[in-house]
C-alpha cells in the first residue's frame, strides 16, 4: 500500500496503533507491524492535551482461519494458525521514542512469521469459505501517584488475504478462472490402475506372452 493501514484502538487511558504496509501475503511471508502506544496527559499550562509514550507488558500476534460452509454459515471452525508473543523485558524488544501529532509515543517493531502450509483465502467455491483474521492484544500497566494500578488492554482485528503468487509475480496467460459451473469448466478423472500394464501372472513362472499377440507388437 501506498499509504499505509492505520487501525487505532483505545483503552483505560491507553492509545495504540498499528501500521502495516499490506494487507495480503503468501505462506512463509513475514506480516512487519509497527505498533505506537501512548498516555494522554493534560497540560495545564498550555491547557492542551498531550502524548506520553507508554512502555507495553506484551504484544501478541495470531493469524485466526476460519473455515465455513458456503450453505450453512452456522457451521464454521475458527483456530489459530499462528501466534508471537512478545514481551517488554525480553531483549531486543525494546521501544523507540518517536514524535506523534499530540506529543510523543513509544514505537515497537514486531512482526509474525507465517507458517509455509498455509491453505490460501477461498471466497469462490460454492461449498466451502475460507477466511483470515489478524488480532492484535497490547497489554500495558500503569502506576499513578496515589499507588493505583491501571491495567489497560487493546485489541485490534484486521482482515488478511493469503495468495499464491506474491506481488510482480504474474500468472500464466493460459490461466483461466472458472467462478461459474460450465462445460468448458475442468473435470475431475479417475485414474485408472493397470489399464496400460502388462498382464498379472503367477510369481512361480514367467507368463506366456504369446499368448497376447497386442503385447507381442507392444514390445
Known amino acids: 500500500l501506498k499509504q499505509p493501514n492505520i487501525e487505532e484502538g483505545y483503552h483505560n487511558g491507553l492509545y495504540a496503533s498499528a501500521q502495516l504496509h499490506s494487507l495480503a501475503y503468501v505462506p512463509g511471508d513475514s506480516i512487519p507491524i509497527t505498533i505506537v502506544t ?3 496527559h493534560t497540560n495545564k499550562k498550555k491547557r492542551i492535551e498531550e502524548d506520553q509514550p507508554a512502555e507495553v507488558n506484551s ?3 495470531e493469524l485466526c482461519e476460519k473455515v465455513e460452509l458456503v450453505q450453512s454459515r452456522a457451521v464454521s471452525i475458527t483456530r489459530v494458525v499462528a501466534s508471537t508473543l ?3 523485558n525480553s ?7 518517536i514524535k506523534t501529532r499530540n506529543g510523543g509515543g513509544a514505537e515497537y517493531q514486531v512482526a509474525l512469521p507465517l507458517p ?3 491453505t490460501p483465502s477461498i471466497n469462490y467455491s460454492k461449498v466451502v469459505r475460507v477466511s483470515y483474521t489478524l488480532r492484535i492484544k497490547i497489554k500495558s500497566s500503569q502506576c499513578t501517584l496515589m499507588g493505583t494500578l491501571f491495567n489497560s488492554a487493546v485489541d485490534m482485528e484486521l482482515p488478511l488475504k493469503i495468495g499464491t503468487l506474491g506481488y510482480g509475480i504474474r500468472a500464466s496467460q493460459d490461466l483461466q478462472v472458472y467462478y461459474v459451473d460450465t462445460e468448458s469448466s475442468p473435470r ?6 493397470y489399464e496400460e500394464s502388462l498382464p498379472l501372472y503367477e510369481s512361480s513362472r514367467l507368463p506366456t506372452y ?3 499377440t497386442s503385447f507381442i507388437a507392444w514390445f
Open 38 to 40: 501512548s498516555r494522554r
Open 59 to 61: 504484544i501478541l500476534l
Open 86 to 88: 512478545y514481551k517488554a
Open 91 to 97: 531483549k531486543g524488544h525494546k521501544y523507540s521514542m
Open 116 to 118: 509455509v502450509d498455509l
Open 188 to 193: 475431475f478423472l479417475r485414474s485408472l490402475e
Open 210 to 212: 504369446q499368448q497376447d
